[in-house]
């Protein structure tokens, strides 16, 4: 399925990179400035869904993502999240490329699922949020 991100958040620099990519020619990138305490879930992209079992994959690169709420992928029913809500671990500090893969069970009342870029605000004191992540490669496919 081919995705459309919808994107748009004055706390951080985000964008596509041709400079980092796992597979292609370009990856989405986030950078945190280390000026706030971001609530982000502004990357979001929505797909038309029937019922049936999906995977879904991405990869996931960090560098120096600072404090201890990291970036994380959010896959939920965008009409109704208690159907279906599901979000992967965080990533943290620095990680070469890292393949998340999530077979999702998609209930027949479901028909649009959203699938967002997230990082969380932390309760610490240190909580100025700064490093990088780039995201690539993200598909979700019908298994049956």
Do not use: C
């Not at 370009?26 to 305490?37: L, Y």
């Not at 240190?126 to 490093?131: A, E, I, K, P, R």
Request: aromatic share 12%.
């Amino acid at each position: 399925m081919p995705f459309d991100w919808s994107v748009g958040n004055p706390d951080v620099d985000e964008g596509l990179d041709s400079n980092v990519a796992d597979t292609g020619t370009r990856s989405f990138r986030i950078h945190f400035t280390g000026k706030e305490n971001v609530d982000y879930a502004h990357t979001l992209q929505q797909v038309f869904v029937t019922a049936g079992i999906y995977r879904f994959t991405t990869f996931i690169r960090t560098q120096g993502i600072t404090t201890d709420q990291g970036v994380a992928i959010h896959i939920f029913d965008f009409e109704t999240p208690s159907r279906l809500n599901f979000k992967t671990d965080q990533f943290l500090g620095t990680t070469d490329w890292k393949r998340i893969e999530q077979t999702i069970r998609v209930p027949r009342e479901t028909r649009l699922l959203a699938i967002q870029l997230v990082r969380q605000p932390t309760r610490k004191f240190d909580n100025l949020v700064s490093g990088t992540a780039w995201i690539d490669h993200v598909s979700l496919a019908k298994m049956e």
